[in-house]
C-alpha cells in the first residue's frame, strides 16, 4: 500500500478507459480515453513524461476488486487531473 509520504500518485488503467463511465471511474474526458488501455503503454507514457513509473501487475481497483489490471506509481509533479491528461494525450 502506498502511504500518502511517499510522494506517488496512483494511476489505474480503468481511469482511461473509454468504455467505463466518469461515475463507474473514469477519470480523464471521453474526448481523452481509449479503448482498453494496458498498463505497459501507460507505462511507457508516464517514461516519456518524465514521471519515474513503478508498476505493480497484481494492483487492483478498489472498485473492482474481481479485475486485476495492476496500477502504476508515478512521482507527483503537479495536479493529478493535469498529470492525468497529459497521460492520456499520449496513449
Known sequence: MVSRDEN????????FDSAVSRLNGRKVAKKHAVEKP????????????????????????????????GRILVEKK???????????NRL
Open 8 to 15: 506517488k500518485y496512483v494511476i489505474y488503467p480503468l481511469y
Open 38 to 69: 494496458s498498463l505497459e503503454n501507460i507505462a511507457k507514457a508516464a517514461k516519456s513524461l518524465g514521471l519515474n513509473p513503478i508498476l505493480e501487475k497484481d494492483g487492483i481497483h478498489p472498485s473492482t476488486p474481481w479485475k486485476k489490471e
Open 78 to 88: 503537479g495536479p493529478k487531473t493535469k498529470l492525468l491528461i497529459q497521460l492520456a
